[in-house]
Every structure is written in structure tokens, then in C-alpha cells.
């Protein structure tokens, strides 16, 4: 044991010995030197602000000095002192066209691209913004039905063989759960669409089922158009317990109208969602592409026969855009 004992302090002896003896001529066995001038050359061009939330700027990298540039990109800070890439409020990573979003309005920001190597990270010149008043998202088309009646706003098309269609039923007598003792969906009006059917005691699918509820957005003026759909299925519980059905439906847009099966195939296809247990019966929203700003637009809820769905039921539906302030 004693001859152990005094091995491994003979070890520790020698070790201490040779740090100790380090010196600044001498190579640390724990440092390695790099020199921060070899770090990438990298600049902002470009910077500007939008909708009193957003800051644009283009990320160049002028020299890599001969290495491999790991990372790149800006950050961003109302702290100047706060600007390095462990501080900064946000980074934004990559090369070219880069955007800071969520930011606050009416405020002054600093930023600076930056790039990473392995000597070391190398900044760009400061740049200070100020961001501009809040642009104020606006609902151009909202219809709830828990009071209002779709049909006024709404246009339905069946371009299958469903001989159903889109109906709005008023569901606190049609679908009531005994042991909640009451309508597991709310005393709603429902906009719904079945590709199943029970008539004379039988019961089948319409594997043609095709049909497609359209609205009208007018985004004249507006920006980052966007678009709300509250959705449910059939098999949400607790009216089922089992595996359940979760309907799927396309959220579609054009900007001419879509009154074929034809012009529905060739519109845009936003989103192809399953409703499921988080999103039943809530708000989820799609942002719509940039080529809607602006524009008046054709929207369609689009509703197909599936073989695991039952049927889709709607709830809300609205349309939004930014609008800038108004001095």
C-alpha cells in the first residue's frame, strides 16, 4: 500500500513541479495562443427597419483570412456593451439577407456582423437603428359561428359526389355528451362536412367526397397577409375514446376565383393540417405568401375524403394583415 501511496504522490509532485516552473517563455500544457487578427473580415449593408418590429440587414463576408469561417452572421442588442456573440439579445445566423424579428417599436438598436474561425471570432463595424411604430395587425374577414350565419359570407362548392356538402348546424342538440351533460363542442353554430353517410339503417363513405368552403380577403394595403381556421373532428373525445377520427383539410388561396375542381387543383396549397387533440377546436393561424400582400385573394377550406376521417367541423374563421400606422 506504502509503495503505491508513494507513487501517485511522486506524480503529483512532478506536476506541480512543471507548472511552477512555466514561465512566459515556456509553452502552457493548458492554453492555446491564437491570434485574433487572423479572425474572418465580415460587414452589414442593408439595414433596415419594417413594421416596428423587424430589422434588415445583409451579412457579407469580406476575408476569411485563409481558414475555414465557421460561423457567421449579426447580432443585435440595446446595449452596446452587451454586443458580442454570448450577450447579444439576438443572433441571427448565416450569410446575404438576414432578419431580426419580435423586436420592440420606437427603440434604438445596436448591431454588427460577426464570423467565427479558429482563431477566434472577428466583429464588424456598429450600427445603430431605430425601429419604427408598431403596424397594427387588422381582421379583414372574421366569421365566428357562435353568431353569425355562414352562408352570407361564404361561398360552398361540392365538386365531388358527396351529397352532403358544407351545412351549418346549430350543435347543442345534435351531438350531447350524457355524462359531461352537455355539448362537448360548446353551444356553437358549426359549418361541417361529412365523407360519411347513415341513411335507411346503413351506413358507407363517399370516397368522392370534394368539397371546399370560399371567402374573399381584400389585403389592398396590407402586409404579411394571414389567415385563422378553428377546426374540429368528429372524433374528437369525449364523443370518441378510441383511436378516434382526425379530419384533414387544405387551407387554399388564388387570386382569381375558384369556382372548379379544376382552379382548386391549381391553387396555392398554404397548409394541409390534421386536426388532432392540441390544435381541436383552436385558433391556428397560416401565414400566407409574400404574393398576397396587397392583393385581394380568393381563400378556400378545402375538405376530401380520407379513409381515417370522419367528419370536419368549423368553427372560426378570419383573415388578417399588417396596416401601417397612421400619423
Given at each position: ?7 501517485y ?12 516552473c512555466?514561465?512566459?517563455?515556456t ?84 448591431l ?5 474561425n ?10 445603430q ?60 353554430e ?77 391553387a ?11 390544435t ?25 375524403y ?22
Amino acid at each position: 500500500m506504502k509503495k503505491y501511496l508513494s507513487k501517485y504522490m511522486f506524480l503529483l509532485a512532478t506536476a506541480i513541479l512543471l507548472f511552477a516552473c512555466e514561465d512566459e517563455n515556456t509553452p502552457s500544457l493548458t492554453h492555446i495562443d491564437r491570434d485574433a487578427s487572423k479572425a474572418p473580415v465580415t460587414s452589414l449593408s442593408n439595414v433596415s427597419t419594417m413594421y416596428g418590429q423587424d430589422i434588415y440587414v445583409t451579412v457579407s463576408v469580406n476575408d476569411t483570412q485563409g481558414l475555414d469561417v465557421m460561423q457567421s452572421g449579426a447580432i443585435l442588442s440595446t446595449d452596446q456593451t452587451m454586443l458580442n456573440v454570448t450577450q447579444a439579445a439576438q443572433r441571427v445566423v448565416g450569410e446575404g439577407a438576414l432578419t431580426f424579428s419580435g423586436l420592440n417599436p420606437q427603440t434604438t438598436y445596436y448591431l454588427c456582423s460577426y464570423g467565427i474561425n479558429s482563431e477566434g471570432v472577428g466583429y464588424g463595424e456598429v450600427q445603430q437603428i431605430v425601429t419604427g411604430k408598431a403596424w397594427e395587425r387588422v381582421p379583414i374577414f372574421k366569421e365566428d359561428f357562435t353568431t353569425t350565419n355562414f352562408v352570407s359570407n361564404f361561398y360552398a362548392f361540392q365538386f365531388g359526389d358527396s351529397p352532403r356538402g358544407w351545412i351549418a348546424t346549430f350543435l347543442d342538440g345534435n351531438f350531447y355528451d350524457s355524462a359531461a351533460q352537455a355539448n362537448p363542442f360548446g353551444t356553437a353554430e358549426y359549418v361541417f362536412c361529412s365523407e360519411s353517410y347513415s341513411v335507411f339503417g346503413s351506413e358507407g363513405y363517399i370516397t368522392g367526397a370534394d368539397n371546399l368552403l370560399e371567402f374573399v380577403a381584400d389585403f389592398t394595403d396590407g402586409l404579411r397577409p394571414q389567415v385563422t381556421i378553428a377546426a374540429s373532428s368528429f372524433g374528437d373525445a369525449p364523443l370518441n375514446t378510441g383511436s378516434g377520427y382526425w379530419d384533414k383539410y387544405y387551407l387554399i388561396a388564388s387570386l382569381d376565383p375558384i369556382t372548379t375542381v379544376e382552379e382548386a387543383d391549381a391553387a396555392d396549397v398554404i397548409a394541409s393540417p390534421t386536426v388532432s387533440a392540441a390544435t381541436s377546436a383552436k385558433n391556428v393561424t397560416f401565414d400566407l405568401p409574400d404574393k398576397y400582400a396587397g392583393q385581394v385573394a380568393y381563400i378556400g377550406i378545402r375538405h376530401l375524403y380520407e379513409e381515417d376521417g370522419y367528419m370536419l367541423m368549423i368553427t372560426y374563421v378570419d383573415a388578417s394583415a399588417l396596416y401601417e400606422p397612421i400619423d
